[in-house]
């Protein structure tokens, strides 16, 4: 730093301003102790990432702040970012008033506010979101706006971990529904990625249905990446709810939960009849794309593909 | 899903035996109502049982149906790759209002498709099973079907209308034991299996009727739908009873000696008309029980209606979606499925009533199957009462030999031009010259039954068969026979003699001319319809 002001030609700071100087001066009790050796530390309270204690964010008044978010300022921006058409929501009529977990496919930072402006009611008002614990919550200020914005709740993705689980596992059996990306994370280049076991595990556990849910578009709009979006149009299709069969496993059922998205995919880009017939022959289109080099899988993507080439010749 | 303990015991229908304590009661009159205070300690009200609690697991209901059906095979094991598959449903003459969606045809047909979807069908047609009533619009279709439905199969064609007049699209089976021809759609005929999906919102509906009229053209529908038929039908609303079933039984002997494997899906609704709740639902309460909040809603909506212009009064009518809930779903052999059909139809309309009254009266709604998202002229008006409601008896007429029908309709002199043309020339040429309908039949129904311009405008436009108006006024011919009189309150008093009627335009001027046939102080029984009954007269 010293090299760099003294390039720049700053004036030299005195060294009785120094901040090292000045904090170095103090000492105990006016700055922390130290521990000392051979003393185990004491073990520090993490208060952010998965620890972060979401319970306010459940409690009537930030839930009533929550609804004037989503039905004001976040459906503003989604017609006006993302013009949904949404589908298949008439699958869902005939659902008792119990909790329902909805898994969707995951391109954007969108998806959640899509997803919550567009899930119907019962369920939208009484909703937790599984969002990343080292991302969503790295920080009181993050943690605290995405509780409150979306009534997110932390997962861990970067180690194995009860307690997510779990207080997913409890919050259901209170009647909250939940949203949650069982990819773990957004698309890198597009493409989806394999489902986890985590939505699948949770309904084996909670007894709760799950709804396949396929969002297409979102990437377009900002896609992983970027930081300012670019409005497009988006498509949210709801499938029939899955439950697990008695003797599918956690890692089954999510295949499954991941095939039935993928025959939404189809049904979108061609139609109901046809997405059907593929997906009970085994035909649908995977939404991992091909096993291929980087090129041809974003050339795979077509006109999904987040960039469109900029014309370079007029239309003759 | 009804959750409400009320709507999981509805109150049966009953007969009010009407009192001074009685409060007047509501008719309905077209696009609007009325309150007849009626007289009392002779007057007889039968009203409509309550809505029946609704099947609480529809899309399993339907699975199980398709899954176990009555004395057929389940329907996967009837569904092979390479087969022609057929699916035909009925038009959009049912339900009536439409119902919210989505509607039962959508569900139904869904889950059939599904089934087909895993056995690897993939030549699939839908047809709109109209026989001579108009085509259904795009937006009809998609209310029924639903867009996943019609977004799949109508822009390759596989989704349409039938077509009674294509002379490539029609075959003949054959003929019964009765001499009766047996036509056909050609595609159904020609399919491995033609699966036809029902809505029976009434008795009538169903059964052989659905494939033998629904998918049928004027040769095969002319042998029942006549003058003799109608007026040997006691009522077509009692299928062992009614001479136009036993014609579409015969039949459908022939569809099943020589037609395709049929299998049929039947669904019945409950009477949630008007709802449990919102601003209609004061139209399935029984008038003494009419709340404050009620009689509030009805006070304005009448002001409202009132004042409103009769085209803004159709509109906010037709938009109106009943919350009909399924109330049972049967499906395999036609005939076991259709005698299942009608013990939960008779469930829900039937109402015991004693003996036959001096004079009938009903208020005539806004709607009849013939016209949905149309105009209600006069001679629908006719067909409505004459035809619907008063065959709504099993046993004997509501109505004595020679006794008087009030009705309660505005009857104007107004008409669709597009769904109704040949309505047109029926009612300003020919009904100016008779009214008895033998002599039209004789005289003129093959002339428009044949007549090119109708049959260009039912292929290609959306008119409902030149031939219909005649069948409209054969359904009202038992009536017609029967009935000393004919009154119509507050109706349009040209159009109503046009019919051979009499206007009146009080309800006490009604009686007052029906006291000229059936005496100074005869016996009234109401019919408190819809919500639908159906009295089973002893």
């Known amino acids: ?31 922390a102790p130290s521990t000392p050796k051979g003393v185990a530390p004491k073990p520090q309270i993490r208060t952010t990432g998965g620890d972060y204690d979401t319970s306010w964010a459940r409690k009537r008044p930030a839930r009533i702040a929550r609804a004037a978010i989503v039905e004001g300022p976040m459906r503003l921006a989604v017609a006006g970012l993302a013009a949904p058409e949404r589908n298949g929501a008439d699958r869902l009529l005939d659902l008792p008033d119990e909790p329902l977990i909805f898994a969707a496919n995951h391109h954007s930072h969108l998806d959640t506010p899509l997803m919550l402006t567009s899930i119907p009611e019962p369920w939208r008002h009484k909703m937790i979101v599984g969002a990343a614990a080292d991302y969503f919550f790295g920080t009181k200020v993050t943690a605290a706006l995405s509780s409150l914005a979306m009534g997110a709740i932390p997962i861990e993705r970067t180690k194995i971990e009860r307690r997510s689980a779990n207080l997913a596992a409890d919050l259901i059996g209170e009647g909250w529904s939940l949203l949650i990306f069982p990819e773990g994370g957004r698309s890198p280049d597009g493409w989806g990625q394999p489902f986890r076991g985590g939505a699948a595990f949770l309904a084996a556990k ?74 009970y022959a085994g035909d649908s289109p995977d939404l991992t794309g091909p096993e291929s080099g980087r090129w041809r899988r974003a050339w795979a993507l077509g006109d999904r593909r987040a960039t469109k080439r900029r014309r370079t010749w007029p239309d003759i | ?238 299928r062992h009873s009614s001479e136009l079933h036993h014609s579409n039984w015969r039949q459908g ?12 899906i039947e669904t019945t609704i409950n009477n949630n008309t008007f709802g449990y709740d919102g601003p209609l639902s004061v139209l399935q309460k029984r008038e003494w029980e009419w709340t404050a909040r009620d009689r509030a809603t009805f006070m304005g909506m009448k002001k409202g209606l009132d004042v409103m212009p009769s085209s803004a009064r159709r509109q906010i009518f037709n938009s109106w979606k009943a919350p009909y809930e399924l109330t049972s779903v049967q499906a395999g052999n036609v005939e076991s499925v259709h005698e299942v059909t009608l013990e939960h139809c008779f469930k829900q309309h039937l109402v015991p009533v004693e003996g036959q009254t001096d004079v009938l009266t009903f208020g005539l709604p806004y709607i009849c199957p013939y016209n949905v998202n149309s105009v209600m002229n006069p001679i629908l008006v006719m067909c409505l009462g004459l035809g619907y409601f008063f065959n709504m008896y099993r046993g004997k007429p509501l109505v004595r030999e020679g006794g008087v029908l009030i009705m309660s309709h505005p009857t104007p002199w107004e008409f669709h031009p597009v769904h109704h043309p040949s309505y047109i ?62 009154i119509i309150v507050g109706g349009h008093p040209r159009s109503v003699r046009r019919l051979g009627f009499q206007p009146a335009s009080t309800m006490q001027d009604a009686l007052e001319m029906a006291s000229d046939v059936v005496g100074s102080s005869p016996s009234i029984t109401h019919l408190h319809n819809p919500p639908i009954l159906m009295a089973d007269v002893t």
């Open chain 2, 253 to 264: 002997e022939v569809i099943k000696n020589h037609g395709p494997r049929i299998f049929q």
């Open chain 1, 206 to 279: 909670t007894g709760v249905p799950v709804v396949p849910v396929h969002l297409a578009g979102t990437g377009r709009i900002l896609r992983k990446g970027r930081s300012v979006p670019r409005p497009s149009t988006t498509s949210v299709t709801f499938g029939r709810p899955l439950t697990p069969a008695p003797d599918e496993n956690a890692n089954r059922f999510a295949a499954r939960i991941e095939r039935e998205v993928a025959a939404l995919a189809d049904e979108v880009t061609t139609d109901w009849y046809t997405a059907r017939r593929r997906a």
């Open chain 2, 425 to 486: 020339d029926f009612f300003e040429q020919l009904l100016a010259e008779t009214t008895d309908p033998v002599e039209l039949e004789q005289k003129y129904e093959k002339q428009f039954a044949e007549d090119e311009w109708y049959i260009h405008l039912y292929r290609t436009s959306y008119a409902y068969h030149g031939v219909h108006p005649f069948y409209m006024w054969y359904w009202g011919a038992h009536a017609l026979q029967w009935l000393g009189r004919v």
């Open chain 1, 1 to 31: 730093m010293s090299k760099l002001a003294k390039q720049l030609g700053l004036p030299k700071i005195p060294a009785a301003l120094s901040v090292r100087r000045l904090f170095g001066a103090l000492d105990f009790p006016l700055r």
């Open chain 2, 1 to 238: 899903m009804a959750t409400d303990p009320r709507r999981q015991a509805p109150r049966p229908g009953f007969v009010l035996n009407v009192d001074r304590q009685t409060p007047p009661i509501l008719f309905h009159h077209g696009d609007n109502f009325r309150l007849e205070k009626l007289p009392a300690d002779r007057t007889r009200v039968i009203y409509p049982a309550e809505p029946l609690p609704g099947l609480p697991d529809p899309e399993g209901s339907i699975r199980d149906a398709l899954l176990n059906p009555i004395d057929d095979d389940p329907l996967p094991s009837l569904l092979k790759p390479g087969m022609k598959l057929t699916i035909a449903f009925d038009d959009l003459s049912l339900p009536l209002p439409s119902m919210r969606k989505p509607d039962i045809r959508q569900r139904i047909i869904e889950q059939v498709l599904d089934m087909a979807a895993a056995a690897g069908v993939d030549d699939v047609h839908l047809i709109a099973a109209l026989a001579l009533h108009r085509r259904m619009t795009e937006d009809e279709l998609r209310h029924a079907l639903g867009d996943r439905v019609y977004d799949a199969f109508a822009p390759q064609g596989a989704l349409y209308n039938h077509d009674a007049e294509d002379p490539d699209g029609m075959v003949e089976l054959g003929l019964t034991r009765h001499d009766e021809q047996v036509t056909m759609n050609k595609r159904a005929a020609e399919s491995d299996l033609v699966v036809y999906v029902n809505l029976n919102i009434v008795s009538m509906d169903g059964g052989w009727k659905s494939t033998a009229t629904g998918l049928s053209g004027y040769s095969g529908i002319r042998h029942h739908h006549n003058v003799a038929t109608m007026r040997e039908s006691k009522s077509f609303m009692d």
